[in-house]
């Protein structure tokens, strides 16, 4: 039985230079047929059209390039899209396109599923199934910046690792996409263009940190009390506050990249002036800013937003401090593609 073909984007350049010159042809092949799958993010052996139909035909016999499909796209009201994307194994992960007046941003995903357990994010309801690998996230970046051609005539500004599950527990494979999407032999994006969004994982922001990253880092953070932030994130149990901090000191010693707070205030849970001044003398540890992002109900359970006056009691308390603090409104909410919203409820994800 013929064995299965190999997926050639599991090959680095050099792998694929050893490839041909043992089948006798040309070392420069294989700088050509890499630069159609991550330059020009060819989906087909067929167009490479400087390239001899017999070459051709030797690569579709030995390789598959598993392009990632997008199997549902959905228009919210306000211009974001969501995409059911549909991996090779039939698996769903699901990414989604940001327009505002500046920027056009895609919010992509690095699991299938999560194995976190936030209370409030519906995506921690998923069974996480499996990482996905680089070529499958440099995808779903490549899909969102044709929809932004298309759709909007515009290029796509930005890159934020804030879709379905946990980056830091698919380090490799995200860093590895990273690399792909920045290179000049790739999409060729600036890394400060890019954000990594973690619930805060302290040994794997130390490695960023040693390994000389060069994107921006956000932690999902939502209150700086322990008792309060474990009954959010149990991951706060065994990552507290105290080992979060450290890492952050390390990162800014590292990289002299200021951090990001991603923080949601609920009401009843963390909109009173004492998680107020926690975050402000939080956010003194090394520079940084926060964003308060709207929160979107996943359910009709204890996470309600909080009011419009805690919201303001907290940007005094933070702006008091010399913080930055903004108040960000979702987008997406018509169609389930807002923070915490990413769960495949979509009729794709039902039949796979």
């Known amino acids: ?116 357990d936030c209370n409030f994010c519906a995506t921690a309801r998923l069974k996480r199934m499996r990482n996905l690998n680089p070529d499958e996230i440099y995808d779903q970046v490549v899909a969102i910046k044709e929809e932004a051609e298309t759709y909007f005539n515009r290029p796509l500004t930005n890159i934020v690792f804030m879709g379905m599950g ?38 794997m922001i130390k490695k960023m940190a040693d390994d000389g990253v060069r994107f921006n880092l956000a932690v999902s953070l939502h209150s700086a009390i322990n ?23 390390h990162w800014y010693q590292k990289t002299k990249r ?10 009843g849970i963390n909109d009173d002036e004492a998680h107020a001044k926690a975050l402000a003398k939080f956010c003194k540890i090394i520079p940084s800013k926060v964003n308060i992002i709207q929160y979107n109900p996943i359910d009709e359970g204890e996470f309600r937003q909080a009011s419009q006056e805690a919201v303001n009691m907290y940007v005094r308390v933070l702006e008091a401090q010399g913080i930055i603090a903004k108040v960000r409104k979702s987008r997406g909410q018509d169609i389930d593609a807002a923070c915490g919203q990413l769960a495949n409820k979509n009729e794709v994800a039902q039949i796979s």
Request: proline residues 4%; aromatic residues 8%.
């Open 166 to 203: 946990e980056p830091l527990l698919n380090y490799n494979n995200v860093i590895d996409a990273i690399d792909k999407i920045t290179s000049p032999e790739g999409l060729g994006m600036a890394p400060r263009r890019i954000t990594l969004s973690t619930v805060g994982i302290p040994k």
């Open 1 to 116: 039985m013929e064995s299965a073909k190999k997926d050639i984007r599991k090959f680095s350049l050099e792998q694929l230079e050893e490839f041909f010159v043992a089948q006798g042809d040309k070392k420069f092949r294989a700088k050509q047929v890499y630069d159609w799958l991550w330059n020009k993010s060819l989906k087909n052996f067929d167009d490479m059209s400087n390239i001899s139909k017999d070459t051709r035909e030797m690569l579709k016999a030995n390789f598959s390039i598993n392009h990632i499909q997008v199997d549902l796209m959905q228009h919210s009201n306000d211009g974001t899209i969501k995409n059911a994307v549909k991996l090779f194994d039939s698996k769903i992960v699901e990414s989604v396109l940001i327009p505002t007046s500046k920027r056009i941003t895609a919010c992509v995903s690095s699991q299938v599923g999560c194995s976190l």
């Open 227 to 249: 008792e309060t932030r474990s009954r959010l994130m149990p991951i706060n149990d065994v990552n507290p506050l105290e080992d979060l901090a450290e890492s952050l000191k």
């Open 258 to 267: 200021k951090v990001t707070y991603e923080y949601v205030i609920w009401e």
